[in-house]
């Protein structure tokens, strides 16, 4: 069977999308060496980034233009059997006959659970609205990256239960060295991280809770002497945390590092007390699993999928309730029994989310799309 992979998101620099297709592309044509696979991108970066397939870069103005026309006319010289859309969209001019599969991410462009969330810009949201329906309909497969996100499909949508599968995320170990005692003592003083600190990665666009996550750090500072650490760059509407430091008077106590290099992400979570990821929403909630990789006790929300991610191995808290967040936060601190018990369970649970599994239960939802007569996968 011959595959095709469109890898939209490959072109973004950071973030769960790109994180999920540089550790689960490399490894389709790895483990499933009975099928041929093509991967379809416009990313310079990742040239020669999947050793046993073939690769074809999408060329023209724009990405709608790549994706249809460009990717049209390519699978006319050189057909697939299977077409995986690997980020949220079925492109609309396909050759006949093509079976197609679709990821899912999340639906923050719709309201969820009868709740909106101002997390995209106007346009986007429309353009996501116009395109997404018909492509989730077209697939043969849709795949959605955690159940909570297959269920939100299935409330949106009328699509046959039967159609969409649920495929959780994984984690990479970090490297030993990277949470050397030398890594940590370096990262501390690269960043000046002086006094001990909560952590957390990510943009503070609105879904993130990043307010009543401050204001919950607000009601015990006086209480611990830690600082409250965030990477997030530039993000969409985050000028309310901001005027949250100013108004709460945490301006000598929030440590905002921007992007940092990936190689230094281990240490900041190994040397923080607690890794707070008090979202709203999330389609799955990858950085729960990093964190726990590297060791960090993990604070995050009973919410969406974010249970799902953790397992048993984190402390749940309601992310609207303020009060719940600074008391779990305190919990972590004070009770080293707690905090001891969260890093080995979340070690546990890290281990056991691997991106060798995701990319093996994709591998099995295509297989289901196997033409008649086409040879079956090896056991």
């Given at each position: 069977?011959?595959?095709?992979?469109?890898?939209?998101?490959?072109?973004?620099?950071?973030?769960?999308?790109?994180?999920?297709?540089?550790?689960?592309?490399?490894?389709?044509?790895?483990?499933?060496?009975?099928?041929?696979?093509?991967?379809?991108?416009?990313?310079?970066?990742?040239?020669?980034?999947?050793?046993?397939?073939?690769?074809?870069?999408?060329?023209?103005?724009?990405?709608?233009?790549?994706?249809?026309?460009?990717?049209?006319?390519?699978?006319?010289?050189?057909?697939?059997?299977?077409?995986?859309?690997?980020?949220?969209?079925?492109?609309?001019?396909?050759?006949?006959?093509?079976?197609?599969?679709?990821?899912?991410?999340?639906?923050?462009?719709?309201?969820v659970r009868g709740a909106s969330i101002d997390e995209y810009k106007p346009l986007d949201v429309l353009a996501f609205r116009a395109l997404f329906p018909g492509g989730v309909r077209r697939a043969d497969r849709v795949i959605a990256i955690s159940e909570s996100t297959r269920r939100d499909l299935l409330d949106l949508f009328p699509l046959d239960p039967e159609r969409v599968r649920a495929v959780p995320l994984g984690?990479?170990?970090?490297?030993?060295?990277?949470?050397?005692?030398?890594?940590?003592?370096?990262?501390?003083?690269?960043?000046?991280?002086?006094?001990?600190?909560?952590?957390?990665?990510?943009?503070?666009?609105?879904?993130?809770?990043?307010?009543?996550?401050?204001?919950?750090?607000?009601?015990?500072?006086?209480?611990?002497?830690?600082?409250?650490?965030?990477?997030?760059?530039?993000?969409?509407?985050?000028?309310?945390?901001?005027?949250?430091?100013?108004?709460?008077?945490?301006?000598?106590?929030?440590?905002?590092?921007?992007?940092?290099?990936?190689?230094?992400?281990?240490?900041?979570?190994?040397?923080?007390?607690?890794?707070?990821?008090?979202?709203?929403?999330?389609?799955?909630?990858?950085?729960?699993?990093?964190?726990?990789?590297?060791?960090?006790?993990?604070?995050?929300?009973?919410?969406?999928?974010?249970?799902?991610?953790?397992?048993?191995?984190?402390?749940?808290?309601?992310?609207?309730?303020?009060?719940?967040?600074?008391?779990?936060?305190?919990?972590?601190?004070?009770?080293?029994?707690?905090?001891?018990?969260?890093?080995?369970?979340?070690?546990?649970?890290?281990?056991?989310?691997?991106?060798?599994?995701?990319?093996?239960?994709?591998?099995?939802?295509?297989?289901?799309?196997?033409?008649?007569?086409?040879?079956?996968?090896?056991?």
């Open positions: 069977m011959r595959i095709g992979v469109l890898a939209r998101g490959l072109s973004v620099r950071v973030g769960g999308v790109t994180t999920f297709l540089e550790n689960v592309l490399p490894l389709l044509p790895r483990l499933d060496p009975a099928d041929r696979y093509v991967i379809f991108h416009n990313s310079a970066r990742h040239r020669g980034a999947f050793p046993g397939a073939e690769e074809r870069r999408l060329r023209g103005p724009g990405t709608l233009w790549q994706e249809n026309i460009a990717l049209s006319l390519a699978l006319r010289r050189r057909p697939v059997d299977v077409l995986l859309c690997a980020k949220n969209f079925v492109p609309a001019l396909l050759p006949r006959g093509v079976k197609t599969a679709v990821i899912v991410y999340d639906l923050l462009y719709y309201p984690v990479s170990p970090p490297a030993p060295a990277l949470l050397a005692d030398d890594a940590l003592r370096g990262v501390r003083s690269r960043y000046a991280l002086d006094r001990p600190y909560f952590f957390y990665c990510g943009s503070l666009s609105p879904r993130k809770n990043a307010v009543r996550a401050l204001e919950a750090f607000a009601r015990i500072r006086d209480r611990v002497p830690h600082d409250f650490v965030v990477t997030a760059g530039k993000s969409w509407k985050d000028r309310a945390v901001f005027r949250t430091v100013a108004r709460l008077g945490l301006r000598n106590r929030f440590r905002r590092l921007g992007a940092v290099p990936a190689a230094d992400l281990p240490a900041l979570y190994r040397a923080a007390d607690a890794f707070m990821y008090v979202s709203l929403y999330e389609g799955f909630g990858l950085p729960i699993l990093e964190a726990m990789a590297c060791g960090c006790p993990v604070l995050t929300s009973r919410a969406s999928a974010m249970p799902e991610a953790a397992g048993d191995a984190a402390l749940l808290v309601d992310p609207a309730d303020v009060g719940a967040i600074a008391g779990g936060l305190e919990r972590i601190l004070k009770d080293r029994t707690l905090a001891d018990d969260l890093r080995v369970r979340g070690a546990r649970r890290a281990a056991q989310c691997t991106w060798e599994a995701t990319a093996r239960r994709i591998i099995a939802v295509l297989n289901e799309l196997r033409p008649e007569g086409s040879p079956p996968l090896p056991p």
